[in-house]
Structure formats: C-alpha cells, structure tokens
C-alpha cells in the first residue's frame, strides 16, 4: 500500500527543508523525499548550499581570511606573530564538522516535527503520486499526497569547452574540497562563486586567475561598487581577466592549459595546476518529473509557475532553484514558507524586490532594491548619498576602512529604492535597509534614526544623511 501524506516535498535543501518544517510546523502531515550523499555515502539532508555550497564556502573563506591575517596582517595592531603554518587538513576538517553539524540539526529538526524522511530520488507522477527510489534500490515505491512541493536546486553550469574531470578540472564543489593549495589555480567565471573561491585559495597562497567572459565586472551589482571592488581584489592579487571566453582546454603532467580569446579577440594560452569551472547553475529539473506528468518547464529548464509558485499542475508547487528568480538559499527558504502557508489556507507573501544579495569576499559586497543606472534607465530621477568606510571611527578601528554604503532615493518621494554597501560587515548591515524598504522608507527616516556610536552601521546613517546632503563626517558635495 502506498505511504500517504498531506504534503509531500522533493529536495531538502534551504527551500524543501523549511517548506516542509512549515508544513509540519501547521499541522500538515508531511514528508521530504532527498538524494544527496555525503562522501561517505550517507544521506545528508541541506542541499547544494548546506552540503557542497554556502557553508563550506563560508567556512573556508573564514579559515583563511583568519590565516592571512596572522600571517601578514596584524603588525599594524601591535601584534608580532612568527612561525604560521597553514594545516590544510584541518582546516577541512573544521569545515567538515560545520556542515556535519549543521545537516545533523536539519535531521533533529525533522524528528522533532514528525517530517518523515525518505532517503533517495523522487519523481513527480501526477498531480498527487510521487515515485520514490530509495537509495542503492532499483524498484521505486509509489508515495501519494494531497500537495506535491517541487524543491530539487541547482546544478552547476557545464562547459563543453572545459569539460570537469573531478581531478585537475572541477567544479565548485571540487574546488571546496582540495587536499594542497594549488600553485596556480585558474577559474572560469568572475562572478559570485569563482571570485569566492578564487579569494579562499589566493589567501592559502595559490596564484589566481579569473577567467570572465563579459566585459563588465559584477554586471548585476552597482557600477560604481563593483568598480571600486574590482581595484580591491586586483590589489589582493586576483588576476581577473575580463572579456575572455574559453576556447578548449588539454590536460598533461598534471598541468591544465587553457586557450581562450581575450578581449581584443586575440588567442591566448593559459598553464594552471587545477582549474575550476564556476559560470553558474541551472536548474535541477532533469527527470524531476516523468514525461506523463506533463510538468510545464520553460525554455532554460525551470519549472514555470504562477507569482504563487503553483505550477501548470493541480496541487503541485515548485521553489527555490528550479522556478524563476535569483539562485539564492534565502529566496528559496521564504517561497517554501510562503508555500506552505497557502497549502494551509493562510496567506502567503514574499516582495521580489527586496530579496538583498551577498558577494562574501573581503571586504563583503551586499545590495538589494535597484542600482542608480537602472533607476535613470527607468527614467526616474533619484537623489544618491554616500559614505566612505575610511570615515567610520568603527571601521578604522577594526581596521577595515575599505567601501562605502551608496543610497539610492527617488528625488520626488524621498522613498529608498536601492541600497549598495561595500565594506566591512556588509552581509550584516544590508539587513537594515531590508527592513527599512519592507517598511517604504524614505531616506529621511534613515537619517532620523538614532544609531549606537561608534558603529559600522554609522556608515548607512551618513550616508542616508548624504542623500540630502548633509552627512555630518565628510563633506557634503
């Protein structure tokens, strides 16, 4: 007899996990069907980001950022440290622990809200069944349910000229997982993932070339940001190449040479120890539903679906990854919540405009509303204030002075439409000017709000202050 549940949800990563605890959580009987496996081949609940993305990332980036610094940086502080090592392994290891930890909670959290966990492949049969392989099974069992939750993520983008190997050609997750610092690491891709990887193995002591094929570094941030950020990374020693497509690559002698054109069109040749392909994601649709299900996908392989996330079929609802908008674990979490909610009958709400975005680099990166060029593009006239970090007592404290926090206000109503912040603690502070956009906040309301001194977010204070020109630490202009 077939296992039967209110809902049933394929994928455990940010958004199928907290779909289904949401659903657990207003007393749906649920249940999450996932394939991931640890290296040791035990199911690992989290996804893409928990297992292989976000928090390995972190981890790395933290460890050697951590180790740089000891290294190098702390003389200025009246520190004098001699002898650093870097032990590889262990720093793995931390890593390691952070995501065992981490998926171990995700388990936690499904006992304790009674989600039954169903290790192996789903597929989407119809409207309310769900063939469920199990892992190392080869009969699939039929599993039905009253709502279906599509949440199977990403998978990173290919190249056929750059075809991965798993040894000297890898992808992220590879590249997450090397056992020595390579002498010359290449990278395919300057955006958001190789310029994250790019900074953890640079600091290790790698050699780093990025490979970009557009010829606008960080096209998706603000110019004026991600040109300020481009003189930064250069100076921390990132090689990035802009306008270079990959032609073809060979592999000898535990060497990758790499032919690309540049941008004046001219053919290059590139020798790195191990090169990583990191030029996005795509969607994790392929055999996610069989071919009877009749599930509607789009012309890039994303699950189409209404501004409810309910797609062509009766019941059934994709999130996260697979649907359209930005591949982001906090974008994905809150359509699973907001899922969930409607399945219950309660309304559910998420503002596609105000989703903030993250480049963990260091300094951080953070933005979220629109950029200044596509408010005038949109032609609407808008006002800008701006803060340098080099005039925040906190950030030459902590000696981290680099970046600015830029607010982009329209010039009639004073309301916010974009916050850009380069600098320390940027992850941290976009938060703030979510918040305050959620709200329709003007510019003004940010500028009457008290903040603690001294502190980073002084920064969006001054800069807000700015906007009408009357920033209090610089000079207005």
Not at 101 to 115: E, H, S, V, Y
Request: hydrophobic content about 45%; glycine content about 10%.
């Amino acid at each position: 007899m077939a296992k039967s549940f209110d809902v049933v949800v394929i994928g455990a990563g940010p958004a199928g996990y907290v779909a289904a605890i949401r659903c657990a959580q207003l007393g749906l009987k649920t249940a999450c069907i996932d394939d991931w496996r640890d290296e040791t081949g035990r199911s690992s609940l989290g996804g893409t980001c928990l297992n292989a993305g976000c928090i390995p990332s972190k981890a790395l980036l933290e460890s050697s950022e951590r180790y740089l610094q000891t290294k190098s940086g702390l003389e200025d502080y009246g520190i004098v440290a001699s002898g650093v090592k870097l032990d590889l392994a262990r720093m793995q290891a931390r890593k390691t622990k952070i995501v065992q930890t981490l998926t171990q909670g995700i388990a936690g959290l499904f006992r304790t809200n009674r989600i039954t966990a169903l290790a192996g492949r789903g597929q989407l049969v119809d409207s309310g069944r769900v063939a469920f392989t199990p892992h190392d099974a080869d009969q699939a069992e039929e599993v039905t349910a009253q709502h279906i939750i599509l949440a199977s993520g990403s998978r990173p983008v290919t190249l056929g000229a750059a075809p991965v190997d798993g040894d000297l050609v890898v992808d992220s997750s590879g590249a997450l997982a090397f056992s020595e610092v390579p002498k010359r690491l290449g990278i395919i891709g300057a955006g958001v993932i190789g310029l994250e990887l790019g900074s953890v193995w640079r600091r290790l002591g790698s050699e780093v070339v990025l490979l970009e094929a557009q010829t606008e570094f960080l096209s998706m941030a603000d110019a004026d940001l991600a040109g300020q950020a481009l003189k930064i990374f250069t100076r921390q020693g990132l090689d990035i190449r802009l306008g270079c497509r990959v032609t073809g690559i060979k592999t000898a002698r535990r060497q990758v040479q790499i032919t690309y054109q540049n941008a004046e069109d001219a053919a290059e040749e590139l020798k790195v120890d191990r090169l990583v392909v990191a030029v996005g994601r795509r969607p994790n649709t392929d055999g996610l539903a069989a071919p009877g299900a009749r599930l509607q996908l789009d012309e890039k392989g994303y699950v189409d679906i209404d501004e409810h996330c309910r797609t062509n079929l009766p019941n059934v609802y994709a999130i996260g990854d697979v649907v359209r908008g930005p591949m982001l674990a906090h974008k994905g979490s809150e359509e699973g919540v907001a899922v969930a909610e409607r399945i219950a009958g309660q309304p559910g709400h998420i503002d596609y405009d105000l989703i903030p975005s993250v480049l963990y680099t260091h300094p951080e990166m953070a933005w979220v509303g629109r950029t200044e060029a596509a408010i005038q593009a949109a032609g609407v006239e808008c006002r800008v204030g701006t803060f340098p970090f080099a005039a925040s007592g906190r950030a030459l404290a902590v000696g981290e002075s680099e970046g600015v926090v830029k607010i982009v206000a329209d010039a009639k109503t004073d309301r916010i439409l974009g916050v850009h912040i380069l600098g320390p603690g940027a992850s941290e502070l976009i938060a703030e000017a979510v918040v305050a956009m959620s709200f329709g906040a003007s510019s003004e309301d940010l500028a009457r709000t008290v903040h603690a001194h001294p502190t980073l977010a002084e920064a969006v204070h001054e800069a807000a202050l700015a906007v009408d020109k009357r920033a209090i630490h610089i000079r207005n202009r």
